[in-house]
């Protein structure tokens, strides 16, 4: 805001939104009424159409006093609608998706409320007080109120359209619909002149979507080969992966854990019991392991460091005495990366 001809793009938002109603001035007589001030500033984004805009934030507390979020329900946790959204969206083989335009700033807030979201703005030699008129995003409750306003339009839609309804209900999050069609002359029934807008319910309450069209074309996934030790010519239990679940907890309240081997060949799953996750543990587990499956020769596993304890008194061990002596091989534990223990049993080991 150092340079001037920002302040003056950031004060044309202002005077843009009073002439459409989106803000208006507090006059004298209403300004010692109970209020509540929102703190405001500029976001630049060079790379944007819009390159600044202001946010508002209904966080700040004054002293021991709650914030205007701190006094609000914020409504149902809507990112837990994304996930069906996206699946439904991949089921078909054309995908639509539509972004409301300035979506808050269409929903009006009822005149009584507005003192509540007040903000200052200072003006040559003054300090003028405005009020918003429409649903400020930053306030918590503001994604929930915009959905209910578009539930509230699909709700009072006629009910022969009940297929495009139930379909449309399903596929908004707040602003943005993302909504899957099996073909071409399905289109129709959503989009009208290049606008999303099925059945002309959203131009009709001046709520008129951004529409993109996705065709999806043939998946292409390059084979990726296995690692050496899953598709080796090995026993049983001869290449496994050592992992833990739990707790579990017993009749009496105590708690144990389920030690799983896996073997990277077979997959073949042999189940082992522990009382706690130390390292002593986890070797009695493997000893008894290989009491019933034999003995392996290579060992994956994280970087747990009951883990690391058991290669800690494998090294201490005379390897050269054992290997004279016995028939038996040293074990090679190879361990996952450190930030990915999602490789499993068979992955890059060290």
């Known amino acids: 805001m150092g340079e001037r001809n920002s302040l003056k793009e950031y004060a044309s938002i202002f005077d843009e939104w009073e002439a459409l109603k989106i803000i208006e001035r507090v006059t004298e007589t209403e300004i010692e009424t109970d209020a509540y001030y929102l703190p405001h500033r500029a ?9 600044i805009r202001p946010v508002f934030d ?20 809507l990112i837990e609608l994304i996930p069906d959204i996206l699946d439904r969206f991949r089921m078909y083989p054309i995908g639509l998706s539509a972004d409301i335009e300035k979506a808050f700033l269409q929903i009006s807030v009822t ?6 979201l007040r903000f200052f703005y200072p003006h040559e030699n003054n300090e003028i007080v405005y009020c918003h008129c429409r649903l400020v995003f930053g306030v918590c409750s503001s994604p929930f109120l915009l959905a209910a306003s578009i539930n509230h339009l699909l709700d009072n839609t006629p009910s022969k359209y ?24 399905e289109i129709g029934s959503f989009v009208n002149k290049g606008i999303f807008d099925p059945l002309g319910i959203l131009t009709d309450a001046t709520l008129l979507p951004k529409m993109w069209l996705y065709n999806a074309g043939p998946v292409k996934s390059e084979s990726v080969s296995l690692p050496a030790d899953r598709v080796r010519d090995a026993g049983v239990f001869e ?16 708690k144990v854990w389920v030690v799983l081997y896996t073997c990277a060949v077979y997959r073949a799953v042999h189940l082992e019991l ?11 587990s493997l000893r008894r392991c290989i009491a019933r499956k034999g003995r392996p020769s290579i060992v994956y596993t994280n970087n747990g460091t ?19 002596e016995t028939e038996i091989q040293r074990i090679k534990w190879k361990f996952n990366a450190p930030t990915a223990a999602w490789w499993g049993v068979g992955g890059r080991g060290s």
């Open 306 to 324: 009951n883990f690391r304890g058991a290669v800690r008194e494998f090294k201490n061990l005379d390897w050269i005495k054992i290997e004279r």
């Open 111 to 116: 005149p009584k409320h507005r003192d509540f």
């Open 274 to 284: 522990v009382t706690a996750l130390s390292t002593n543990n986890i070797l009695l």
């Open 58 to 77: 209904a966080t700040p507390r004054e002293g021991n006093n709650h914030s205007l979020n701190d006094c609000l329900l914020k409504g149902p946790n």
């Open 239 to 254: 290449v496994i992966g050592i992992d833990l679940a739990g707790p579990l907890f017993l009749k009496k309240g105590e």
């Open 43 to 51: 976001v630049f984004k060079i790379s944007e159409t819009t390159k």
């Open 162 to 185: 009940m297929d495009i309804i139930s379909k449309l209900r399903h596929s908004f999050y707040v602003d943005n619909c993302v909504i899957g069609v099996s073909d071409t002359q």
